[in-house]
């Protein structure tokens, strides 16, 4: 068990690693099974981190005269002040 | 117009039939009441299947008839109902059939509190009543949700303060705004209608519906049944921000979360990423701390029974060691054991030579015995006359024949 599971959300992936590095400190391990603990958690790391990264990231606003068409909004600083109104 | 009188001078008598004197009157009270307003207390409320409402005002010591046509009394915000004190405006006329007069009315308020207040309080009761307000039915929000739509005005603080604080918290976050008139005709039907749409979208985690600060009047759309109705029957969570922290609409009761305001919703809705980052390379240290820790204690471990195990050689070595330490004690033991007979053994020689006969001898003594015995003589009753006798002297022999 390496790779985490797609399905496993974000904030359950930080628990495990949580829970990991604990035992990992807890300083009882036998030593093949710190070795895996450490894969493991450097696997769940990078998991995590990726899905911090994976959202788009960008505004959008319905135009309602279009059906089904948003329009990206760039200015977003200025978002409400303009004449954004649809 | 003047009520026609009996003429007397003439004694003609001008004779009404119904109907002329109850147009007659009919004229008279719409003329004098075309516009007033009334206060009183509601009874026999009926709101007929037409739509149109009959009821009677009353106060200590009168009753008037009312009426409200379906078309006045869907633009009420609040219920009539028995018991409730209004008032009215209207026009006093007479429904001619029955022969009684009756107010026209065309609008109402309950007396002593705002309209929509009391609506606010009448619908807020009908749907607690149903359980559309119970925690029970409030969904959690996503914790890292990759979507979120927005229900709000394109315009104004609202939308800005939302984005702003959704995007500098999480930078990457995806938001779609669906605009909508948020106050006036027709706006608590957009809202409904932008909750449903954007809940087909699958994309789509977590919904925020609100707009910026406001009167009653101008919040009111929040209050309406329709939206109340669409927020709790939606399948994404939704949390509502409807102006200022003071300010409570149906939405806000129904919601799965409540915003006092649209930058606080932002905050609810999305993690700060950095933090976020921060803790998972907190992690990994640690993770990689923890290892190395682990790794190293085990090491010493090993080096510690490596130290206590001897190896085969040096097992040999020491029973070697052992052995020839006990051979010297052996040798050691043996020597002295071996001079200690020794000295016993002179000690005993010594001993034996005193006490042997020989010594005797040498002090003069002779053994006297038969001729071939050893058997010393020992009385003059064991000898008889001629016998040959032998004396041992200390030095040499002597045959001897007894006398």
């Known amino acids: 068990m390496s790779k985490p599971a797609k399905t496993l959300k974000f904030e359950q992936a930080v628990e495990k690693l949580e829970k990991l590095v604990q035992k990992l400190e807890d300083g009882n391990m036998p030593l093949d099974e710190s070795l895996t603990a450490f894969e493991e958690g450097m696997e769940l790391t990078r998991f995590c981190e990726d899905k911090l990264n994976e959202a788009e990231g960008k505004v959008e606003m319905i135009l309602k005269q279009v059906k089904g068409k948003t329009k990206k909004i760039t200015d977003v600083a200025n978002i409400g002040h303009g004449d954004d109104d649809l | 117009m003047t009520i026609a009188q009996p003429d007397t001078i003439t004694d003609i008598r001008k004779i009404y039939r119904v ?217 994404l969570p939704i949390i509502s921000a409807v102006g200022h922290e003071t300010d409570f609409t149906l939405a806000d009761f129904v919601a799965d979360v409540r915003a006092p305001t649209p930058s606080v919703a932002a905050e609810l809705a999305v993690p700060v990423m950095d933090e976020l980052l921060q803790t998972i390379a907190a992690q990994r240290s640690g993770l990689h701390f923890a290892t190395r820790q682990r790794l190293q204690s085990l090491r010493e471990k090993i080096g510690f029974y490596k130290k206590s195990i001897k190896s085969p050689r040096q ?34 020689r010594k001993t034996l030579l005193a006490l042997s006969p020989f010594a005797l001898l040498q002090r003069g003594y002779s053994v006297v015995t038969r001729e071939g015995s050893l058997q010393p003589i020992r009385s003059v009753d064991e000898v008889k006359t001629g016998e040959n006798l032998s004396v041992r002297l200390h030095e040499g022999m002597l045959k001897v024949k007894v006398n």
Request: proline share 3%; hydrophobic share 45%.
């Open chain 2, 19 to 235: 109907s002329e004197v109850t147009k007659d009157i009919r004229t008279l009270l719409e003329d004098n009441f075309a516009s007033i307003w009334i206060t009183g207390e509601v009874s026999n409320f009926k709101r007929a299947v037409s739509g149109h409402c009959y009821f009677t005002l009353k106060d200590e010591s009168s009753n008037l008839a009312a009426v409200m046509f379906r078309q006045q009394s869907q633009r009420l915000k609040f219920a009539i109902e028995d018991g409730m004190e209004i008032i009215v405006h209207g026009r006093i006329s007479v429904f001619e059939s029955r022969g009684q007069y009756q107010i026209i009315v065309d609008a109402a308020e309950p007396k002593g509190i705002g309209a929509l207040q009391l609506a606010f309080e009448q619908l807020k009761k009908k749907l607690a009543v149903e359980g559309l307000f119970d925690p029970a039915h409030k969904k959690l929000l996503p914790f890292l949700p990759q979507k979120i739509g927005l229900v709000t005005s394109s315009k104004g603080a609202a939308v800005h303060d939302m984005v702003t604080v959704l995007t500098r918290r999480f930078p990457n976050i995806h938001i779609l705004i669906y605009p909508v008139k948020v106050q006036g005709e027709g706006s608590a039907v957009e809202i409904a209608r932008a909750i449903v749409e954007l809940n087909t979208d699958p994309g789509i985690d977590l919904l925020i519906v609100g707009r910026g600060g406001g009167s009653l009047e101008d919040l009111w759309a929040f209050n309406e049944e329709v939206v109340v109705r669409a927020i709790f029957n939606s399948a």
């Open chain 2, 315 to 348: 097992i040999l070595e020491d029973w070697v060691l052992r052995v020839d330490e006990q051979a010297d004690r052996l040798n050691l033991f043996a020597k002295r054991l071996f001079v200690e007979k020794k000295l016993a053994l002179k000690g005993l």
